[in-house]
């Protein structure tokens, strides 16, 4: 019996955030995140995918590193950590989940090995199935796709996107088929890209297994906020990391604002609230990889907790900050605003919530 | 990542499974007066409290790793085993061996500390329920710093002569020994003046007071001693190292206030109450918000019952590091249970409220009862806000609160 990540887990997330430490420190996310390190933005990109980022669910057999959602689930604690500036949950995660459970042989031929030669990147949309914000709307009939969809996610650049509509049938379509427009949403956390799709009549293909199931589209989400939650729980961390850091530095009153109780019970309580989360979220990949009929839960479970204990998390570190927290030198506010998109990217915790209620015939 | 136990452990929870269908339905003629004390269904078989602790002893379900030659089963202390022979007694709701300050505490702390005369005339009838303990810690003026306490022990031709109060002794009135500590070396600085004394509870000059708490039902005590004389020979350690035992056995207290399991049974009792309960004759459970503050606390049991499985593991698993993982549970464990019991009253309102032998109670009261029980909890075995200084101290490497002169 062991309850934790494995030594290779460890080995890789420790790749990642010294990749991140090197390559992505906090002037290169401001550059960013304000638009002007677009090539550096590319570079990083192509760095992690170097490292393996980008099939790490594909099987072998497709050309992918065919590991588990709990290998992921490492990686993007660092990435949440590191503030990684690249596309993942949707691209890496969920789009390969979603052909691997839902395409026929063909399809699952042509794009996992396609995605694992990165020769094609996909970015998903699948807010219209989990609840759709605006009048958002989704159509498919004869492999034609109509609507809108909001909050795609990991789409800017992609070559394809991922669509489903309210059934959880989902397809896939050329970015630059015509009859599509694309919109740049702006959400606070500007590390990740969002997107507005509009469609007329466009060319899907819809993912055989889909139209009569939704196994593949409750896979891809159960995947995606886990990984989201694990991506909260890194940012999490760096944020106690941070407020810890600093309370032992900071002097008012001739002493560390850390030696005050007042400061010291505020980070014991994040890290109180933060601790079981680790556990909880490893707890979800592994149901997820192995056993299914608790996995729909744990992930409900592991991302509306995450959400709540982050939020808090982002609220009590800034303030150990004081009113450095609340400036953009000390940065602490990308966590705050990672977390924040985090919270609502697949379900808000209260959505969410519902949904895991219904799960047990509530 | 790996959640089975083995195949080595196989057969043994089958054999512990057998013997919970053997056992299942009994009842105690005796049950303990304690609290916590549940009622467990009766099949009609009978038993007496001390009878059934025997043959856990024999089976090796309980007292495992104690040696044989003080009463134990005499087998290797095995952590996956217990949580087997845990888990299927709470499955078959078959009434788990009995614990309490001295077989909690006192006996690991004999084991570890005591002269060879001591481990074996105390032990045996100690994990037998024949000899029941009692905690002489905290004083009227010494609970979170409990170093301070001023109870006195001289010693005089041969005995301790013992003077003094304690306070928050839970199951005083039932105990026959107390495990005490006593300040026996006042001139010696602060933590270095404590000695751990072993007092028969009818030594003459020793009187119990029931402290009545906020639950109504018996629980703490006042214990006072006046020239209350017990023999030299009953230390545990040298004189002045006292704290130090003391220590060793805080450290197994802290780590049984909380049950994750225990309370994860509490949220599935509270969906089935849900589920009966309505308001304007709708259920419980159909009504969004009840719902949504329901599955919060599912999802937050759920993650403490997984950290509770990381501890265990870095048990197991030498080198494995979850320190803060280990540092929080009592804090989160009885803040987390308190919201659970304060949530199930507030979705019954007024009915929530009932208690003792009102008509129209739900549970027996538990609710309302166990709501206040675990504010006690929460206080009691270091406060939350001591936890959290542990926490920020031990865990996050914070500085100490400057010290105030003279202390």
Same mark, same amino acid.
């Given at each position: 019996?062991?309850?934790?990540?494995?030594?290779?887990?460890?080995?890789?997330?420790?790749?990642?955030?010294?990749?991140?430490?090197?390559?992505?420190?906090?002037?290169?996310?401001?550059?960013?995140?304000?638009?002007?390190?677009?090539?550096?933005?590319?570079?990083?990109?192509?760095?992690?995918?170097?490292?393996?980022?980008?099939?790490?669910?594909?099987?072998?057999?497709?050309?992918?590193?065919?590991?588990?959602?709990?290998?992921?689930?490492?990686?993007?604690?660092?990435?949440?950590?590191?503030?990684?500036?690249?596309?993942?949950?949707?691209?890496?995660?969920?789009?390969?989940?979603?052909?691997?459970?839902?395409?026929?042989?063909?399809?699952?031929?042509?794009?996992?090995?396609?995605?694992?030669?990165?020769?094609?990147?996909?970015?998903?949309?699948?807010?219209?199935?989990?609840?759709?914000?605006?009048?958002?709307?989704?159509?498919?009939?004869?492999?034609?796709?109509?609507?809108?969809?909001?909050? *795609?996610?990991?789409? #800017?650049?992609?070559?394809? %996107?991922?669509?489903?509509? =309210?059934?959880?049938? /989902?397809? !896939?379509? &050329?970015?630059?088929?015509?009859?599509?427009?694309?919109?740049?949403? *702006?959400?606070?956390? #500007?590390?990740?890209?969002? %997107?507005?799709?509009?469609? =007329?009549?466009?060319? /899907?293909? !819809?993912? &055989?297994?889909?139209?009569?199931?939704?196994?593949?589209?409750?896979?891809?989400?159960?995947?995606?906020?886990?990984?989201?939650?694990?991506?909260?729980?890194?940012?999490?961390?760096?944020? !106690?990391?941070?407020?810890?850091?600093?309370?032992?530095?900071?002097?008012?009153?001739?002493?560390?604002?850390?030696?005050?109780?007042?400061?010291?019970?505020?980070?014991?309580?994040?890290?109180?609230d933060?601790?079981p989360?680790?556990?909880l979220?490893?707890?979800?990949?592994?149901?997820?990889?192995?056993?299914?009929?608790?996995?729909?839960l744990?992930?409900c479970h592991?991302?509306s907790h995450?959400?709540e204990v982050?939020?808090?998390?982002?609220?009590?570190?800034?303030?150990?900050?004081?009113?450095?927290?609340?400036?953009?030198?000390?940065?602490?506010?990308?966590?705050?605003?990672?977390?924040?998109?985090?919270?609502?990217?697949?379900?808000?915790p209260e959505?969410i919530r519902?949904?895991a209620a219904?799960?047990q015939?509530f | 990542?790996?959640?089975?136990?083995?195949?080595?452990?196989?057969?043994?929870?089958?054999?512990?499974?057998?013997?919970?269908?053997?056992?299942?339905?009994?009842?105690?003629?005796?049950?303990?007066?304690?609290?916590?004390?549940?009622?467990?269904?009766?099949?009609?078989?009978?038993?007496?409290?001390?009878?059934?602790?025997?043959?856990?002893?024999?089976?090796?379900?309980?007292?495992?790793?104690?040696?044989?030659?003080?009463?134990?089963?005499?087998?290797?202390?095995?952590?996956?085993?217990?949580?087997?022979?845990?888990?299927?007694?709470?499955?078959?709701?078959?009434?788990?061996?009995?614990?309490?300050?001295?077989?909690?505490?006192?006996?690991?702390?004999?084991?570890?500390?005591?002269?060879?005369?001591?481990?074996?005339?105390?032990?045996?009838?100690?994990?037998?329920?024949?000899?029941?303990?009692?905690?002489?810690?905290?004083?009227?003026?010494?609970?979170?710093?409990?170093?301070?306490?001023?109870?006195?022990?001289?010693?005089?031709?041969?005995?301790?002569?013992?003077?003094?109060?304690?306070?928050?002794?839970?199951?005083?009135?039932?105990?026959?020994?107390?495990?005490?500590?006593?300040?026996?070396?006042?001139?010696?600085?602060?933590?270095?003046?404590?000695?751990?004394?072993?007092?028969?509870?009818?030594?003459?000059?020793?009187?119990?007071?029931?402290?009545?708490?906020?639950?109504?039902?018996?629980?703490?005590?006042?214990?006072?001693?006046?020239?209350?004389?017990?023999?030299?020979?009953?230390?545990?350690?040298?004189?002045?190292?006292?704290?130090?035992?003391?220590?060793?056995?805080?450290?197994?207290?802290?780590?049984?206030?909380?049950?994750p399991?225990a309370t994860m049974n509490r949220v599935n009792s509270l969906i089935?109450r849900m589920?009966?309960?309505?308001?304007?004759?709708?259920?419980l459970i159909?009504?969004?918000v009840y719902r949504d503050k329901l599955i919060a606390i599912q999802a937050k049991v759920t993650a403490f019952q997984?950290?509770?499985?990381?501890?265990?593991?870095?048990?197991?698993?030498?080198?494995?590091?979850?320190?803060?993982?280990?540092?929080?549970?009592?804090?989160v464990g009885?803040e987390l249970r308190h919201e659970l019991e304060g949530f199930a009253v507030d979705i019954?309102?007024?009915?929530?409220?009932?208690?003792?032998?009102?008509?129209?109670?739900?549970?027996?009261?538990?609710w309302?009862?166990l709501y206040?029980?675990y504010?006690?909890?929460?206080?009691?075995?270091?406060?939350?806000?001591?936890?959290?200084?542990?926490?920020?101290?031990?865990?996050?490497?914070?500085?100490?609160?400057?010290?105030?002169?003279?202390?």
């Open positions: 019996m062991y309850f934790g990540l494995s030594e290779d887990q460890k080995f890789f997330q420790e790749n990642v955030s010294k990749f991140l430490e090197d390559q992505s420190n906090l002037d290169v996310i401001r550059k960013i995140t304000e638009g002007e390190a677009n090539e550096i933005q590319q570079e990083i990109h192509d760095g992690l995918v170097n490292l393996g980022l980008g099939s790490l669910l594909i099987p072998e057999q497709y050309g992918g590193l065919g590991l588990d959602l709990l290998f992921a689930t490492a990686v993007s604690q660092s990435l949440g950590e590191g503030l990684g500036p690249i596309p993942f949950a949707g691209s890496y995660i969920m789009a390969p989940l979603a052909i691997m459970h839902g395409g026929n042989q063909e399809q699952k031929n042509n794009y996992l090995t396609k995605m694992s030669e990165n020769s094609m990147r996909i970015g998903v949309g699948f807010s219209e199935y989990i609840g759709a914000r605006d009048n958002a709307n989704i159509s498919i009939n004869d492999n034609k796709i109509s609507g809108r969809a909001l909050f *795609v996610i990991d789409a #800017k650049d992609a070559s394809h %996107l991922m669509l489903s509509d =309210k059934n959880g049938m /989902i397809g !896939i379509v &050329e970015s630059s088929s015509s009859g599509i427009e694309i919109t740049e949403l *702006v959400a606070v956390d #500007k590390t990740r890209n969002f %997107l507005e799709v509009q469609l =007329k009549d466009v060319d /899907i293909d !819809i993912l &055989e297994l889909t139209s009569t199931s939704k196994e593949a589209i409750d896979k891809s989400i159960d995947a995606g906020r886990i990984i989201l939650a694990a991506d909260s729980l890194g940012a999490s961390q760096a944020l !106690i990391d941070k407020a810890v850091e600093y309370s032992k530095e900071r002097k008012q009153f001739n002493r560390v604002i850390g030696s005050f109780q007042a400061v010291k019970h505020m980070c014991a309580e994040m890290a109180a933060l601790e989360c680790y556990a979220v490893w707890h979800a990949a592994h149901c997820f990889d192995n056993s299914p009929d608790e996995s729909r744990m992930a592991a991302k995450v959400s982050s939020k808090t998390i982002g609220k009590k570190a800034t303030e150990v900050h004081g009113g450095m927290g609340f400036t953009d030198l000390m940065g602490v506010h990308y966590w705050f605003k990672r977390i924040g998109v985090n919270r609502q990217t697949l379900g808000a959505v519902e949904e219904r799960i015939n | 990542m790996d959640l089975n136990y083995g195949s080595q452990y196989e057969d043994f929870k089958i054999e512990v499974q057998d013997f919970c269908k053997e056992w299942h339905g009994i009842n105690f003629s005796d049950a303990a007066k304690t609290p916590m004390s549940q009622n467990f269904e009766s099949n009609g078989k009978t038993i007496k409290r001390s009878e059934w602790q025997s043959i856990l002893i024999e089976k090796g379900y309980t007292a495992r790793s104690v040696p044989k030659e003080y009463g134990g089963y005499g087998g290797e202390s095995d952590i996956i085993k217990n949580r087997i022979i845990a888990t299927e007694f709470s499955n078959a709701k078959i009434p788990s061996a009995m614990g309490g300050q001295g077989i909690d505490m006192l006996v690991p702390t004999l084991l570890e500390l005591g002269t060879e005369e001591q481990k074996k005339q105390y032990i045996k009838p100690t994990l037998r329920g024949e000899m029941i303990w009692c905690q002489g810690y905290s004083e009227p003026n010494a609970g979170s710093d409990l170093a301070s306490l001023q109870t006195k022990g001289e010693l005089i031709d041969g005995n301790w002569v013992i003077n003094g109060q304690k306070i928050w002794t839970s199951t005083a009135q039932f105990s026959q020994m107390m495990f005490c500590l006593v300040r026996t070396e006042p001139d010696a600085q602060k933590h270095a003046g404590i000695s751990y004394i072993l007092i028969p509870m009818d030594t003459p000059g020793l009187e119990i007071r029931p402290l009545v708490d906020m639950t109504l039902k018996p629980g703490f005590n006042e214990v006072f001693f006046t020239d209350v004389t017990v023999p030299e020979s009953n230390i545990i350690g040298k004189r002045g190292e006292g704290w130090a035992v003391a220590n060793a056995t805080l450290g197994h207290e802290r780590g049984a206030l909380t049950d399991n089935n589920k009966k309960e309505t308001i304007d004759g709708k259920r159909d009504i969004p997984s950290n509770s499985l990381r501890v265990l593991s870095s048990k197991i698993n030498k080198g494995q590091d979850t320190k803060i993982a280990g540092m929080i549970q009592k804090l009885t019954m309102g007024e009915l929530g409220t009932l208690y003792e032998d009102s008509p129209n109670l739900r549970d027996g009261g538990s309302q009862f206040m029980y504010l006690g909890l929460i206080i009691g075995g270091g406060t939350s806000q001591i936890q959290k200084n542990i926490i920020s101290e031990r865990g996050l490497g914070m500085p100490r609160e400057p010290k105030v002169q003279g202390n």
